[in-house]
């Protein structure tokens, strides 16, 4: 039932009413899907097949999915990618320890 390919809707969490397209097969209950969706593990119970299938690799990139998506006409949503730079060259400054001292009574 579930195909590397297939055309699905996620009908819960965060990203639910969304396509996406199974881009792997993990084991019998988790598939590994793109699209509208955010690329993630994904429970079979969560996300409803539909009747189309993609011709795409087994883990196909993010950009071929979109390809595909344009020529079925599908609506794209437009994600900013962040893209990670090199740790930061800030240091942290370093605390001081406060010592209190004792108060005779």
Do not use: Q, W
Not at 33 to 49: A, V
Not at 52 to 62: D, G, S
């Amino acid at each position: 039932m579930f195909e590397i390919g297939r055309l699905c809707i996620k009908n819960s969490g965060r990203d639910a009413g969304e396509y996406c397209v199974v881009v792997n097969i993990i084991d019998d209950n988790f598939v590994l899907i793109d699209g509208n969706t955010r690329r993630k593990k994904c429970n079979i119970k969560h996300i409803e097949p539909l009747n189309k299938v993609i011709k795409i690799k087994k883990n196909a990139p993010r950009e071929e999915i979109h390809k595909m998506f344009v020529s079925l006409k599908l609506n794209i949503k437009k994600r900013r990618i962040i893209k990670k730079s090199g740790k930061s060259t800030k240091e942290k400054p370093i605390k001081k320890k406060v010592v209190k001292k004792k108060v005779k009574k």
